[in-house]
């Protein structure tokens, strides 16, 4: 099935959970936060949130800095 993560299109396993594409990103020991359709996904709901067709996805990385 198709999502948009970032702004580009992309082709991603059916069934697939906000934690199986963050895995498949290699982004697991990354600071994210994950936005779906406007709306944030807090980290307690990454496994059980499943992505479905034509979903927007951002990812987006914590950078430190002071």
């Not at 994950?34 to 992505?51: D, G, M, P, R, Y």
């Amino acid at each position: 099935m198709n999502i948009i993560l970032n702004g580009e299109q992309k082709n991603i396993a059916d069934d697939l959970s906000v934690m199986g594409l963050i895995e498949s990103l290699s982004l697991t020991k990354k600071r994210i936060a994950i936005e779906l359709n406007q709306n944030i996904v807090v980290k307690s709901k990454h496994k059980t949130t499943t992505l479905k067709e034509g979903d927007k996805l951002e990812i987006i990385h914590a950078v430190g800095g002071g």
